[in-house]
């Protein structure tokens, strides 16, 4: 598999953004919400990354998008009003 910058990894619930990528060198963002791309840019050296991406699997630019705007429908969807109900009562007759 052949590195390069933009790819988008997931493993488990975290997914790793390469930022900028060098001959020895990958910078990387950590995030566990595509929505808001929050996370912590790191550095490591390739042969690190590679280890920390093992098991992890390449997400497509499509399956990104997908995901994003998914997070994004949910966040931005208004809660549903609750209802009054009725309690239900029961007459007995005496």
């Not at 598999?1 to 790793?16: C, E, I, P, R, S």
């Not at 001959?23 to 920390?52: I, P, W």
């Amino acid at each position: 598999m052949k590195l390069v910058q933009g790819q988008t990894w997931n493993l488990g619930d975290q997914f790793f953004r390469i930022v900028s990528l060098e001959r020895l060198a990958v910078e990387y963002k950590a995030m566990k919400n595509l929505q808001n791309r929050d996370g912590l840019h790191q550095s490591c050296t390739k042969k690190e990354f590679c280890r920390l991406i093992k098991h992890a699997i390449l997400m497509t630019p499509e399956e990104v998008r997908g995901l994003a705007e998914i997070a994004n429908a949910v966040a931005t969807t208004e809660p549903v009003a609750a209802t009054p109900t009725t309690p239900l009562t029961t007459e007995t007759e005496s």
